[in-house]
């Protein structure tokens, strides 16, 4: 019944949009009213909008640039089925980008991405397309590489639920009630597997150090 | 204690500072090349309609007015194209009629698509399809402008009153003099609405020009007047398909099925 009212609203939108002279062709919410109905063509011109932001927040999240690229189509896809379902009154960046998280978290999981090493490759184009450039020498590359695999190695021994958790504050810099919405749990738990997290996170890097002296 | 919360404090900050430093700081925007739209779009289904029973007529009716062919939809995109979005696909409906032999495409503001457009059965060439389209989407871009739209609400609501008056006053026998006024009312304000759709219509061939070419609307103007068994007789307020051409053009040319448009100079 919610999808028949949604579709209905959509179409009562599109029509009323297409009316009376309002200018919108370009206009979002116009684009996401014809996309709802079908149109490719207005979900095309969505794409331009916001593709490459999306591809830069997966990017940071899974740090491959192949799998952000995956990943930013598969939110499109995603969004393009649940468009119905979308409420106009809002902006559609944060909500394809809620989607993106849960796609890219999904994926990352299923391809095990914290199992695979990051390559050299990958950390100079990251380097490259940070905000604020960064130069390194040879030496602070492979202390970053050490770092980082350092920390690797301690995600990968982490839950799944902790992973998304830690990878959504500091890969997204999500607050905890963004986290709570997007992965839909109540706050409470996503502090306490805040906290656990960076717990394990703090004890496997202590056990990691002392190892190595 | 507190030296024990000093260190788990500096230690959780020493961790956060690691964990930011291995996501990174927030990236420009990459942009994607084109190939990965297409890969998106080749995967996007078909938006699944909701059925409802007594409307699946209707829309098994609006299926078929949806169906636009490839040919026409090129025509568009290339007008989309050109005039930078002014409309959208969605608000194009394509007919195509038996027996009319002269193409046509008919405006609307109220509340269905925008862009009607009437073809016969045989084919049209790509610059009778697109100059078609383009005065179609230049005609809307004009006719919705808030100051057109405000003077076509006041020349219609004008003609309306008239209209009544004149009925009241020969219904309730008032002033004598109340019917012939209502009936000029309504003929000048009929008359003032046939001269701005003929004004309406030369300012949308300038903007066609604008957007295809003086060129390719010249051939479509002609591509369009072959189709047409009478090119000299606009329909009622606009020019005739001869008027556009002589002002588009300002060459004159003889048609190619050998009726002269034109005289040789």
Same mark, same amino acid.
């Given at each position: 019944m919610t999808l028949v009212n949604g579709n209905l609203l959509a179409l009562f939108l599109c029509s009323i949009l297409q009316k &009376? &002279?309002?200018? =919108? /062709? !370009?206009g979002e919410a116009d684009l996401i009213a014809c996309a709802i109905r079908g149109d490719q063509e207005a979900f095309r011109q969505l794409w331009e909008a916001h593709h490459a932001v999306a591809m830069a927040t997966a990017l940071r999240l899974c740090h491959h640039r192949a799998l952000a690229e995956e990943i930013t189509q598969g939110a499109f896809l995603l969004a393009w089925r649940g468009l119905p379902r979308f409420q106009s009154s809002y902006p559609f960046r944060p909500w394809l980008l809620r989607i993106l998280y849960r796609h890219a978290l999904d994926v990352m999981e299923k391809q095990r991405v914290h199992l695979q090493p990051v390559s050299l490759d990958e950390i100079m184009e990251a380097e490259a397309g940070f905000a604020s450039s960064m130069h390194c020498t040879h030496d602070d590359l492979q202390e970053l590489i050490a770092q980082r695999e350092e920390l690797r190695h301690a995600l990968a021994r982490l839950s799944p639920d902790q992973r998304r958790v830690i990878s959504l504050r500091y &890969? /997204?810099?999500?607050?905890e009630l963004d986290i709570a919405q997007i992965l839909d749990w109540p706050l409470g738990t996503v502090k306490s597997r805040l906290n656990r997290a960076r717990e394990r996170l703090r004890v496997l890097l202590n056990d990691t150090k002392g190892e190595g002296l | 204690m507190q030296w024990n919360s000093n260190d788990t404090q500096k230690e959780q900050r020493d961790l956060d500072e690691r964990l930011a430093a291995y996501y990174g700081p927030q990236l420009r925007e990459q942009p994607l090349p084109q190939a990965s739209w297409q890969s998106v779009r080749q995967r996007l289904t078909p938006r699944r309609s909701v059925k409802l029973p007594h409307i699946r007529l209707r829309q098994r009716w609006r299926r078929r007015q949806r169906f636009i062919p490839a040919d026409v939809h090129a025509a568009f995109q290339r007008v989309a194209y050109e005039s930078r !979005?002014?409309?959208? =696909? /969605?608000m194009l409906r394509y007919t195509q009629k038996a027996g009319i032999h002269e193409p046509a495409v008919r405006i609307s503001l109220l509340p269905r698509p925008a862009l009607g457009l009437i073809l016969p059965r045989e084919p049209l060439s790509a610059s009778a399809l697109d100059v078609l389209i383009a005065t179609g989407a230049a005609r809307y871009h004009i006719m919705r402008q808030a100051r057109a739209l405000a003077i076509r609400f006041l020349l219609t609501s004008i003609a309306l009153f008239s209209c009544m008056l004149a009925t009241l006053s020969w219904l309730y026998h008032w002033l004598q003099v109340d019917i012939p006024i209502a009936i000029v009312l309504c003929s000048c304000s009929c008359g003032i609405m046939l001269w701005r759709r003929r004004h309406t219509a030369l300012l949308a061939d300038r903007l066609v020009v604008y957007w295809l070419g003086r060129e390719r609307t010249c051939q479509g103007l002609h591509a369009l007047a072959d189709h047409?068994?009478?090119?000299y007789r606009g329909r009622w307020g606009e020019p005739s398909l001869s008027e556009r051409i002589t002002r588009v053009c300002a060459t004159r040319v003889a048609t190619r099925n050998g009726r002269r448009l034109t005289l040789a100079r």
């Open positions: &009376g &002279g309002v200018d =919108l /062709a !370009n &890969g /997204a810099d999500l607050t | !979005n002014i409309c959208t =696909l /969605a047409s068994r009478t090119p």
